[in-house]
């Protein structure tokens, strides 16, 4: 859309939403007087920026010119949830959802249209019962306040979800959600055996009111989409009492292009008990002026140092992977580690929900199919554009699949990159400031770069993560998108799960009411 044409779209629609605006706030308080007066945020409230912008993570949607909500709601209970969704529906407002803030693009606390906030912030109790391996968790909390609540009970138990502890539960769930233990346990919304839903009806729905179709969607479908999850049950799973890390570097210097190529290879020989990842950037080197590229080697091994070592001379020894590379700690332990915390930092820090600093970004995934690695030449084809950029402002992630993840059933949820897929690319490209022309800038070099890698990437679909969301790939209409419209981005995220996803949209929200940019569409709205 022309930026003209959206400033346009968003100033008449807020004049126009100046009277829903108050008789929405009235019949909040109709609707429900339980407190709920206490968390109600509007532009003439002196904490409503605070709280707008305590949960953004990406600076790209915190500018003066980002639409902004009419009222934020931070619920303390499912009353006033279920108030919201009664009223926006009777004032004509949508609905954005958040727990986290780390939606890519920002669609849990930004639309186009008259909007309100549900921040699931005040929502993040976590009871975990260490009998039954088992932890209901509120949407609210963050991935870190999980594994911390774990940890208080049990150190050998715990979620197999991602790296980042400010991740809302939620979000993470909703589309998947792939962490360190992937390749073991597979994903978050694998291990979800109950959910706790409100409808657009306001009826508060478990997994056998709602029934196996909706069950179904709600673990990998998306946020935003069914309607407001404000509980899960987590299925938890058995770790050892020690597991081993290491962050090992290469740079072109020390054959890293050979390297990265290696570990394609390599994947496929791995025990299901190590996780992989290469991250890959430019670099300068302690040569004035000169540059390389890094590839840095971050694993997870659930297990001891010498039973690692063993393996990894088996399955890479063109790593040259060594003791002194490798450090011994507890699971808990791993996930400050590889939230990129100094050692012996106090596990404390996983409760800290505080954002830090912002920075713009963008970010785009692929898949590589495991019967069509990356060739060298096209390794070097990618330094090449990351040259074009300054340093460290730009980073590739690839993820090892395989192990469980290819024992799981495509269709089991709504998630699909299950077998043939050898690894994820995850693109990303950084900026601090809110420049108008730096931004065109990076933008338009991560999308040069995404187009370069279409030969060596999957195809029909080119497929993508939903948890790493790009509108790039399509978005629906301000109104009713048509499913053809939508299935050319719902197949990519989804793959052929996208047609059930539809008919469940279908059933439990035919008039579209939950949506946004990338929300499964109705078929009503064909």
């Known amino acids: 859309m022309f930026p003209f044409l959206f400033l346009f779209l968003f100033s008449f629609s807020w004049v126009a939403s100046a009277d829903r605006h108050e008789d929405f706030l009235q019949c909040l308080l109709y609707q429900n007087s339980n407190a709920i007066s206490k968390v109600i945020y509007t532009p003439i409230n002196s904490s409503y920026s605070s709280v707008l912008e305590f949960s953004i993570r990406n600076g790209r949607f915190n500018t003066s010119a980002t639409p902004k909500p009419l009222v934020i709601v931070t619920p303390l209970n499912e009353a006033h949830i279920q108030a919201v969704i009664a009223c926006s529906q009777k004032h004509g407002l949508q609905i954005r959802v958040r727990s986290g803030g780390h939606d890519y693009e920002g669609v849990s606390y930004v639309s186009v249209l008259p909007f309100v906030i549900i921040d699931l912030i005040n929502m993040r109790t976590v009871t975990v019962d260490v009998g039954n391996k088992i932890a209901w968790v509120q949407a609210g909390a963050t991935l870190g306040e999980v594994y911390y609540r774990i940890a208080e009970k049990s150190r050998t138990l715990a979620f197999p979800a991602g790296v980042c502890p400010t991740v809302g539960s939620s979000g993470h769930i909703s589309g998947g959600g792939h962490g360190m233990m992937m390749r073991k346990y597979g994903l978050a919304a694998d291990h979800i055996i109950d959910a706790k839903l409100i409808d657009v009806k306001g009826r508060i ?85 000169k540059t390389t590229i890094l590839a840095i080697y971050t694993s997870l091994f659930l297990g001891g140092v010498d039973r690692l070592l063993s393996m990894m001379q088996q399955s890479f020894p063109q790593l040259g992977l060594v003791k002194e590379d490798c450090i011994e700690m507890s699971w808990i332990e791993s996930t400050v580690y590889f939230a990129q915390f100094p050692r012996n930092t106090s596990l404390d820090v996983l409760l800290d929900r505080s954002p830090g600093s912002t920075v713009s970004f963008k970010a785009k995934t692929d898949y590589v199919n495991v019967k069509e690695p990356i060739p060298e030449i096209a390794l070097e084809g990618i330094w090449e554009r990351l040259n074009q950029l300054d340093a460290q402002v730009a980073q590739l992630q690839f993820t090892a699949y395989g192990g469980k993840m290819d024992e799981i059933s495509e269709t089991s949820i709504p998630f699909p990159h299950r077998a043939g897929n050898l690894f994820q690319i995850h693109y990303g490209v950084f900026w601090g400031d809110q420049d108008s022309e730096r931004s ?74 939950f949506r946004n940019e990338q929300s499964i569409p109705p078929l009503s709205s064909w």
């Open 205 to 289: 729905l478990d997994r056998a009111s709602m029934g196996e179709d909706l069950f179904w969607a709600l673990r990998g479908g998306g946020g935003n989409t069914f309607g407001v999850v404000v509980a899960w049950k987590l299925e938890l799973v058995t770790v050892p009492p020690t597991v081993t890390v290491f962050n090992v570097t290469r740079t072109l210097e020390q054959n890293a292009t050979k390297l990265v190529h290696q570990w394609q290879s390599a994947i496929g020989k791995f025990d299901e008990d190590l996780f992989s990842r290469i991250f890959l950037w430019r670099a300068n080197t302690s040569q004035e002026g």
């Open 440 to 513: 065109q800038i990076y933008t338009r070099w991560i999308r040069k770069l995404y187009s370069y890698m279409t030969p060596y990437v999957t195809k029909n679909p080119r497929q993508a993560y939903i948890n790493y969301r790009d509108l790039d790939l399509g978005m629906n209409s301000l109104g009713n998108t048509s499913y053809k419209q939508a299935r050319i981005w719902g197949t990519k995220y989804f793959k052929n799960n996208f047609d059930r996803l539809v008919h469940v949209k279908t059933k439990v929200d035919p008039a579209n009411f």
